[in-house]
Structures are given as C-alpha cells and as structure tokens.
C-alpha cells in the first residue's frame, strides 16, 4: 500500500506545481480578489489533473502490473487528486488568516481514516477497502473544503479562463513547483543513493533518525503556515510589522528547536531502543541529525518570508543549490561512511540552505539580529541545563517521565531568564486563532 501511494504521490508535484502557495499569498494580499483567483487558479489545476490521471493509467498498464495491483494505484490516484483541491482549497482560506477549517477537516480526516481502517482490520477485508478508506476521507474532505470557501467566505467556485490572471499564475507559480522538485531530489537522494551503496539494512538504520527529523517538522511548518498570510499582507502594507513578524517566527523557531535538539541528543540511545536493539548504530547519526533538525526550524521562517515577498525565484535557487550539494557530497560521504556519511551530508545541506536563504533577509526587511541572538543565548542556556538532567537522570527515570520534567525545567528557566513573556505566549495564540 505504501509503495502504490508513493506511486501516485510523484505526480502530485504536476497537479499542485506551487499554486497552494501562489493563492494564499495573493489572497491575502487582496482579499476581495479570492474568487477570481481561486477560480483561474482551478482552470489551470483541472487539466494538470487530468494529465496527470492519463499518465498513471498510462504507467500503471506499460508496467504490466495485476487488476488488482493497477486498482489499487488508480484509486489512490483519485486520492492523491482530492488531496490536491482540498488543499487549494484551503490556500484560499489560509489567505483570510484562517486556519480554524483547515484544522477541522485534518482532524476529521484522521478520525474518519482511523475508523474505517480498524474496521477493515478487524473483519480482515483486505487492503482494497484500506484504500477505500483513504478515498471516503478524501472525498468527504473535498466537499467540505469546497462548502467552507462558498458558505463562509462567499467563494463562487466555477473554473475561470481569465487569460491574464492564469498567464499570471502560471509564471508565479514556476518557482514554487521547481522548488518542490529539488525539494524532493534534497530530502530523498540520499535514502536512494544509501540503498545502492550498502544496501536494506543501512537505509533501515538511517531511517530511524531520519523520520524523527522528518516528523518533527510538522511544528515549524504549521507555525509557518500560520504566519505566511500575515508576511504576505505585510509584505503590502506594513514593513515594519513584517520585521516584527520575522523576528518573533525566528524566536519560537529557536525555543522550540533548540530544546527538541538538545533532548534528543542526550536520549538518542533510548529513543533508538524504543525502536529496537538492533538499531544501536542509529545513535550516533541521530545525534548528528538533531542539529540538521534545529537548522531546518531556522530555514522554515526565511523560506516563508522569500516566497512570502516575491523572492520565490531566490528561494527555489537555493533549493536547488543544496540539492545538488547534497547530492555531490552524498556520492563522496556515503561509500566511505554509509549512514554516518548520509547523517552529515544532511546536517551540512540544512546549514547551506539556511546560509542561503539568510543572505536575502536583511535585502528584504529591517530585522534586529541582537534580539535574535539575545532569545538564542537565553534558550540555549535553558536548553543545555535541561540537557544535564535528562542526561543524568536517563537511568533511573521512565523516558517519558523524564521528558515531560526536562520540558519543565526547559519552560521555566526560560521564563525566569526572559527568553518569552506572557504577550508572547498570547501572541503565538494569537497567531492561531480564527479570524472570522
């Protein structure tokens, strides 16, 4: 099941190419435009859509793949398209600073997904009503989408062809859909090249830290994804709000990031165990990988920022930079250091592309880098004190136990030291809650 969604999953950069970010950008920069531009933006996704279907019909029968096998692919086919008006969808409201919906329709997905899934499990049905639980969730979830942009922001939704505004959309979204792509080629080449050069076994141990750092990325993103319509309608109106913005999205970056860091570090060896004793050797690459982590909480914010201010463009360059780099140095690192050598390569390409990105910052807005700094040198202190106790206390404490007292101890030093104040905290909700 997961190699058949994985299938289908490539072609889902075709469909999407970045319009997602293009309209909620655009939207929030001009509200009372949402409906033209949700409108031309799905006259150009339908037909993306229906090329891409024609191309997995097309592969599913040249691959000479079963009935039941070229089934499976073309219902998580239908899936994998209703994701991606769904999350169009959403772009849209995320360009009213509204997030509320969107949350909903996540949960409920899950939850609907869940059931049907232990049902199956239970009576034993077979993976096609698996699937047939991802394609109920979907579809339940594009009407939804598509009622919450009608009945609560008054969206028409009818394909538009308006030849200047789909030109328009078309160019602006290059970027983002190539950014996708190397994006793609950054994250998972090395897995790839890994399995050519020392086999199963060593992607098996690399995927242990990996998918922690790739899970773990949830929080910047959604924190992000909070903030970008903001920096979008900033980026318009109000540049010194922008700069207020950057900064406090690098703060929560930074106390957010640094803890998870630093924790996992000093309880790599257990984490690893919860896995199994065989994975001992994805200690140390976890380690290392933990700071590849905290530099990708850094990049989250500047890549928000560049696409949020027209500098997608700069932005997909340094994607493509850091994946060519990340490439190059794999092919050199990993026949001489397999897992070790994939650990690094990471962590140096994550420094790379934050650098990168970096650089544009101060082109774009009038940040204070000491204040930055100033919340970095208060969280780490924290940090490294929570380091200690976890550290030391790892032997005689339930792991959960002790990561729930290191959160603790993390949270209150901090705020003794004035790394966050209460504003901050109502802020940071703030940036959350519905804007209706």
Not at 262 to 267: F, H, K, S, V
Request: proline letters at 3%; one cysteine or more.
């Amino acid at each position: 099941m997961l190699k058949i969604l994985s299938f289908t999953s490539i072609l889902s950069i075709l469909v999407d190419i970045g319009l997602a970010n293009v309209l909620t950008r655009e939207v929030a920069k001009t509200k009372e435009r949402a409906t033209q531009l949700l409108n031309n933006a799905l006259a150009i996704k339908i037909p993306l859509a229906v090329v891409s279907m024609l191309i997995i019909v097309v592969i599913a029968n040249l691959w000479g793949y079963s009935d039941l096998v070229k089934g499976l692919i073309y219902i998580a086919a239908v899936v994998m398209l209703l994701d991606s008006f769904n999350t169009l969808f959403f772009a849209a409201v995320r360009g009213f600073h509204n997030l509320k919906y969107e949350s909903i329709s996540s949960i409920a997905y899950q939850t609907i997904v869940l059931i049907i899934s232990l049902i199956v499990l239970h009576y034993n049905w077979g993976i096609q009503w698996l699937m047939f639980s991802l394609l109920t969730a979907s579809f339940l979830n594009f009407f939804y989408s598509g009622l919450v942009n009608i009945i609560k922001f008054k969206i028409r939704i009818r394909p538009q062809w308006d030849k200047v505004m789909v030109k328009y959309l078309f160019i602006t979204t290059i970027p983002f859909g190539l950014h996708a792509i190397f994006q793609r080629l950054y994250t998972y080449a090395d897995a790839v090249i890994l399995f050519k050069v020392a086999g199963d076994w060593a992607v098996g141990v690399y995927q242990v830290p990996f998918k922690i750092v790739m899970a773990l990325q949830f929080l910047p993103g959604a924190f992000v994804a909070a903030l970008y319509p903001a920096m979008s309608q900033y980026w318009q109106e109000n540049k010194g709000q922008l700069a207020v913005t950057f900064e406090r999205a690098m703060n929560y970056s930074i106390i957010i990031g640094l803890p998870i860091m630093i924790g996992i570090t000093a309880l790599a060896d257990q984490i690893v165990l919860l896995f199994s004793e065989g994975y001992a050797t994805a200690i140390v690459p976890m380690q290392i990988m933990m700071l590849s982590l905290f530099l990708m909480f850094l990049s989250y914010p500047i890549g928000s920022l560049l696409n949020a201010c027209d500098r997608q463009k700069q932005n997909t360059i340094n994607m493509a930079i850091t994946a060519i780099f990340s490439v190059v140095l794999n092919l050199i690192l990993i026949p001489k250091f397999q897992v070790l050598g994939a650990a690094i390569t990471l962590t140096l390409s994550s420094l790379l592309l934050l650098l990168l990105g970096w650089y544009y910052v101060p082109q774009i807005v009038d940040y204070r880098f000491s204040k930055i700094a100033k919340i970095f040198g208060k969280s780490l202190l924290s940090a490294l004190f929570m380091g200690v106790f976890v550290y030391s206390f790892k032997l005689e404490l339930n792991i959960f136990l002790n990561i729930i007292i290191g959160s603790l101890i993390y949270g209150v030093l901090l705020f003794l030291l004035g790394g966050f104040s209460k504003d901050d905290l109502q802020s940071v909700l703030k940036s959350f809650k519905t804007k209706l």
